[in-house]
């Protein structure tokens, strides 16, 4: 079991950058895949980018593709989202998962953090 711990969130103006840090406890942190997930209000989750346990393979929704960076810190148990070029659209609960080695979905879940994009 992983607990996830999100921080870095806050209130930006369009067009400027947030990095959004994941702290993951518990054990094994390196086998699991991690990805970032968002909910705005009245909206479903959604997912917005993921990242393999060795670093080395990344994804991302179309939406932020070439704006935001996800990344991997094995060392220190921690998961990034560097997310620049924010749109207004991008205001939402940004939630941190993880995905075990031998499941097809992301199963641990932190309490999320507010990222707000002001226009």
């Known amino acids: 079991q992983v607990q996830l711990v999100e921080s870095g969130g806050g209130l930006v103006q369009a067009g400027g950058s947030l990095r959004l840090s994941c702290a993951a406890s518990?054990?094994?942190?390196?086998?699991?895949?991690m990805g970032w997930f968002r909910q705005a209000p009245g909206k479903e989750r959604e997912f917005v980018a993921g990242?393999?346990?060795?670093?080395?393979?990344?994804y991302y929704a179309d939406s932020v593709k070439g704006r935001f960076t996800i990344s991997r810190d094995n060392a220190k148990n921690t998961v990034y989202l560097q997310m620049n070029s924010l749109k207004p659209d991008d205001t939402a609960v940004y939630y941190c998962?993880?995905?075990?080695?031998?499941?097809?979905?992301?199963?641990?879940w932190g309490q999320g953090t507010q990222v707000t994009v002001s226009s």
């Open positions: 998962a993880a995905r075990p080695l031998t499941g097809d979905e992301y199963i641990y």
């Open positions: 518990g054990r094994a942190f390196i086998t699991y895949t």
């Open positions: 990242i393999n346990r060795s670093g080395g393979g990344t």
